[in-house]
């Protein structure tokens, strides 16, 4: 047997690859899911190297909302066409979106519902919602509107309460998922109660942005979709008032032991000389422990701190235990003397009675139009 050239066999190599090729449509790189087995139409999603596409009905999407329709319509046509079932099939590129979200509004489009799931997980919802709001599909979901809302009202989220925790265990990205699928479909319950508990767990960072902390702190200035526009200043506004309240609380403390009298109310009959020895008493626990908590003074204005509510209130709470403490040090019959933990908590679901609702009117009036789309009665 004669023996082959080792260049002639690696040409022949090259040449066998490059016909196999040049005859390997270029479809098959694309991930292919049918939604309409009979559709003229192939929508291409992704990029170069993580790409999805959808078989549709054109007139299906005419039918849909325009700008859904414009992406059918307006969209540039490319690569090669090639014959199905008589007719041509056109591929085009309606954009880099999440391909797994874009096939179950696609589906819902060609009444394909077996295919839409009812309790998925928060991120695929989240995902759901921001292409219902692109393409204006929020409708068009209402028959798996109240089992969303179910998967939305269980994510929860509980922030790191100081360094010592671990934050690695910690995710907070469920909660704002949650968050923005409550805002789309309208339930003006749960979006106030994640808003008002969203505020009371950011910090600020060195540039002053909202901070959510988890395992991975989200700057809350870069997340597109949390809600209304204004809902950053929104929080800002909320937890400025919540620290002001915890501030007021101390200061009311202080003067009422330093500029409006003897706050004493010892048991029974007490000398004016002993009531002054008994705040100077208080008012001497409370700097001691305000200085053990938080190693210097309370901020006098709530810029001056970029802690969240929710770790300022927790370091408060902690300084009035420490108070209560000291009270075995107090004379006799002045036990009662010092603040209680009642009088924070007390002032605490006062302030939050005053602030009321973190939603405005406009929010209110967005919520109700969604809602009437989405189905839901409440």
Same mark, same amino acid.
């Given at each position: 047997?004669?023996?082959?050239?080792?260049?002639?066999?690696?040409?022949?190599?090259?040449?066998?690859?490059?016909? %196999?090729?040049?005859?390997?449509?270029?479809?098959?790189? &694309?991930?292919?899911?049918?939604? @309409?087995?009979?559709? @003229?139409?192939?929508?291409?999603?992704?990029?170069?190297?993580?790409?999805?596409?959808?078989?549709?009905?054109?007139?299906?999407?005419?039918?849909?909302?325009?700008?859904?329709?414009?992406?059918?319509?307006?969209?540039? *046509?490319?690569?090669? $066409?090639? !014959?199905?079932?008589?007719?041509?099939?056109?591929?085009?590129?309606?954009?880099?979106?999440?391909?797994?979200?874009? +096939?179950?509004?696609?589906?819902?489009?060609?009444?394909? =519902?077996?295919?839409?799931? #009812?309790?998925?997980?928060?991120? *695929?919802?989240?995902?759901?919602?921001?292409?219902?709001?692109?393409? @204006?599909? #929020?409708?068009?979901?209402?028959?798996?509107?109240?089992?969303?809302?179910?998967?939305?009202?269980?994510?929860?989220?509980?922030?790191?309460?100081?360094?010592?925790?671990?934050?690695?265990?910690?995710?907070?990205?469920?909660?704002?998922?949650?968050?923005?699928?409550?805002?789309?479909?309208?339930?003006?319950?749960? &979006?106030?109660?994640?808003?008002?508990?969203?505020?009371?767990?950011?910090?600020?960072?060195? !540039?002053?942005?909202?901070?959510?902390?988890?395992?991975?702190?989200?700057?809350?200035?870069? =997340?597109? /979709?949390? +809600?209304?526009?204004?809902?950053?200043?929104?929080?800002?506004?909320?937890? /400025?008032?919540?620290?002001?309240?915890?501030?007021?609380?101390?200061?009311?403390?202080?003067?009422?032991?330093?500029?409006?009298?003897?706050?004493?109310?010892?048991? +029974?009959?007490?000398?004016?000389?002993?009531?002054?020895?008994? @705040?100077?008493?208080?008012?001497?626990?409370?700097? %001691?422990?305000?200085?053990?908590?938080?190693?210097?003074?309370?901020?006098?204005?709530?810029?001056?701190?970029?802690?969240?509510?929710?770790?300022?209130?927790?370091?408060?709470?902690?300084?009035?235990?420490?108070?209560?403490?000291?009270?075995?040090?107090?004379?006799?019959?002045?036990?009662?003397?010092?603040?209680?933990?009642? &009088?924070?908590?007390?002032?605490?679901?006062?302030? $939050? #009675?005053?602030?009321?609702?973190?939603?405005?009117?406009?929010?209110?009036?967005?919520?109700?139009?969604?809602?009437?789309?989405?189905?839901?009665?409440?």
């Amino acid at each position: 047997m004669e023996a082959c050239d080792p260049l002639t066999l690696a040409f022949s190599g090259i040449r066998l690859a490059l016909s %196999k090729l040049l005859i390997t449509p270029l479809g098959t790189a &694309f991930d292919r899911i049918v939604i @309409d087995s009979d559709g @003229d139409l192939i929508l291409r999603c992704g990029n170069s190297w993580n790409n999805r596409e959808f078989q549709v009905c054109s007139a299906a999407l005419r039918r849909a909302p325009p700008r859904l329709a414009s992406v059918e319509e307006n969209a540039v *046509w490319r690569m090669d $066409r090639v !014959q199905a079932r008589h007719r041509r099939m056109g591929r085009v590129a309606p954009g880099r979106q999440s391909r797994g979200v874009r +096939g179950v509004i696609l589906s819902i489009i060609h009444a394909r =519902f077996a295919l839409v799931p #009812t309790s998925p997980n928060p991120l *695929w919802l989240f995902n759901v919602m921001v292409l219902c709001n692109k393409y @204006d599909k #929020t409708h068009t979901v209402r028959p798996w509107t109240k089992n969303w809302m179910t998967v939305a009202s269980q994510t929860t989220y509980e922030p790191p309460i100081n360094l010592v925790e671990d934050p690695s265990k910690i995710s907070a990205w469920p909660l704002l998922w949650s968050m923005y699928t409550a805002w789309e479909l309208g339930n003006e319950e749960l &979006f106030a109660q994640k808003l008002t508990y969203l505020a009371e767990n950011v910090c600020l960072d060195k !540039q002053g942005h909202l901070v959510l902390e988890g395992n991975v702190n989200i700057d809350l200035e870069t =997340f597109y /979709h949390l +809600g209304p526009l204004d809902i950053l200043e929104t929080m800002r506004k909320r937890r /400025h008032n919540m620290i002001r309240s915890v501030l007021i609380c101390f200061s009311f403390l202080v003067e009422r032991r330093t500029e409006n009298g003897p706050a004493c109310h010892a048991d +029974g009959v007490v000398s004016e000389k002993e009531k002054e020895l008994c @705040d100077m008493a208080v008012l001497g626990s409370l700097w %001691k422990q305000i200085f053990r908590v938080r190693g210097a003074h309370l901020p006098k204005f709530t810029n001056k701190t970029d802690e969240s509510f929710r770790s300022f209130y927790q370091s408060a709470q902690d300084i009035v235990s420490g108070v209560l403490k000291d009270r075995e040090s107090f004379a006799d019959g002045h036990a009662n003397c010092a603040p209680v933990n009642s &009088f924070l908590n007390k002032s605490l679901k006062i302030a $939050r #009675t005053m602030l009321g609702s973190p939603l405005a009117e406009g929010h209110k009036q967005y919520l109700k139009a969604q809602r009437d789309k989405s189905g839901l009665t409440s």
